[in-house]
């Protein structure tokens, strides 16, 4: 599946649209077949391990309900819209949705939100943090959004919505089957369905400072890295006790800087936080481990090895400079874990990252090498890689 741009090549997307201004694209993907169905969407909602809600407003009044749900007759026909998170976790179309958005690095990307909506249904006019796009699936629905504005209102119509108060449009249109919404962060937005309409929200990652903080911090004390203290043994006498001098004030920035300033520590950090997923994976962890030479019978007989749908891998291949130094310095993070990857397994770990299927036709060169050959039975021991 390809995005028909129209005139609009990729870069200029980035260049004009992306965090800058809402896009809709009409058509942008030709003959769109919805890849899960709204039942199959409710079988989802009705699993514990699936975060899944109801938000409704018949006669106006907003409401909220958390799934699992058990059933969906106390809804109604029209007023309410069903959001299930992290469906490309259990559905591989859905995953596939991801792959026209490839332009944009593998980390950026969230995971896929699909909502079912019945006539009125919607979450109201909100604000979101992140980059989303919003494939119209069947169906159809009426979607405005507006410029950021500092004078919308924050409202509450229930403890667990929040809603911005009514904004000015700049865009203002029905969106049909095939049609795609681009929302920058920040961007008022309000899509009410005009019949029971899909929707597939592909969401994307951008950390505050204040949760990359938060994380670097505790990745510090559960690695006992950046322990260093403040150091002033280069004190002079003071005439005034009662201050925090400017001198001292750059002092203790230095020590916090510090948690910064070994690449290789930011590095490792930032993959793990980066691969980390927050809902759950379809994890298929063999009963008894396996072993190379099993994996090697099995792949013999013709069977593929897929990763588990919504893992997060990153690589980071080190700087030709860095890489004389160190070899270890190119790194694979898979499912929040750090894999060191020398510069003879870097093909394979490129291979693991890229995601494909893998027969034995394209590991055959690669299972000859022993870290391969330990890297591999780690990621289908973990549950992460399996045979179909
Ligand atoms: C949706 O209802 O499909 C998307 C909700 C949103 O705008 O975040
Ligand atoms: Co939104």
């Known amino acids: 599946m390809k995005i028909n741009f129209k005139d609009l090549t990729n870069e200029q997307f980035l260049a004009e649209y992306w965090q800058k201004k809402p896009l809709l694209i009409k058509g942008a993907f030709e003959q769109f077949n919805d890849p899960i169905e709204a039942d199959e969407l409710a079988g989802l909602a009705m699993e514990e391990f699936i975060e899944s809600r109801i938000v409704s407003n018949p006669n106006k009044q907003w409401d909220v309900k958390h799934g699992p749900f058990a059933d969906f007759s106390e809804f109604g026909e029209s007023d309410w819209t069903l959001l299930v998170q992290a469906v490309n976790h259990w559905f591989k179309g859905v995953d596939d949705l991801i792959e026209p958005f490839r332009f944009i690095p593998n980390w950026r990307i969230d995971d896929v939100m699909v909502s079912f ?3 009125g249904g919607g979450v109201g006019p909100h604000l ?10 069947s169906g159809k629905r009426r979607w405005r959004v507006g410029a950021p504005d500092a004078s919308l209102a924050e409202l509450l119509p229930h403890e667990d919505l929040k809603q911005v108060s009514d904004f000015n449009s700049v865009i203002d249109e029905i969106t049909e089957p095939g049609d795609l919404l681009y929302i ?9 369905a005009i019949d029971n309409s899909i929707n597939y929200s592909i969401g994307f990652l951008a950390p505050s400072s204040q949760e990359l903080l938060s994380g670097l911090a505790d990745y510090n004390l559960d690695n006992n890295l950046n322990a260093n203290r403040f150091d002033d043994s280069q004190r002079q006498v ?7 001098t400017s001198t001292d004030i750059d002092l203790l920035t230095k020590t916090l800087q510090q948690s910064l300033s070994d690449p290789k520590v930011v590095g490792d950090f930032l993959g793990k936080y980066l691969t980390t997923v927050h809902h759950t994976l379809n994890l298929l962890i063999p009963v008894e481990p396996l072993t190379i030479d099993f994996i090697k019978e099995i792949l013999n007989d013709g069977e593929e090895l897929e990763p588990v749908l919504g893992v997060k891998c990153i690589l980071h291949t080190a700087q030709d400079d860095e890489a004389v130094l160190d070899n270890k310095n190119n790194r694979l993070f898979i499912n929040g874990e750090v894999f060191a990857v020398d510069n003879e397994s870097l093909d394979f770990a490129k291979l693991l990252a890229s995601k494909n299927t893998l027969g034995i036709n394209v590991l055959k060169t690669h299972l000859d090498c022993l870290k391969n050959q330990q890297l591999l039975t780690t990621v289908i021991n973990k549950g992460l890689w399996s045979f179909e």
Do not use: R
């Not at 979101?128 to 699936?137: A, L, P, T, W």
């Not at 920058?184 to 009410?192: A, E, K, L, T």
């Not at 003071?238 to 925090?244: A, G, K």
């Open 238 to 244: 003071t005439n005034t006790p009662e201050q925090l």
């Open 117 to 119: 909506s019945t006539p």
């Open 184 to 192: 920058p962060p920040n961007h008022p937005h309000d899509g009410i």
């Open 128 to 137: 979101d943090q992140y980059d989303v796009f919003i494939i119209q699936g």
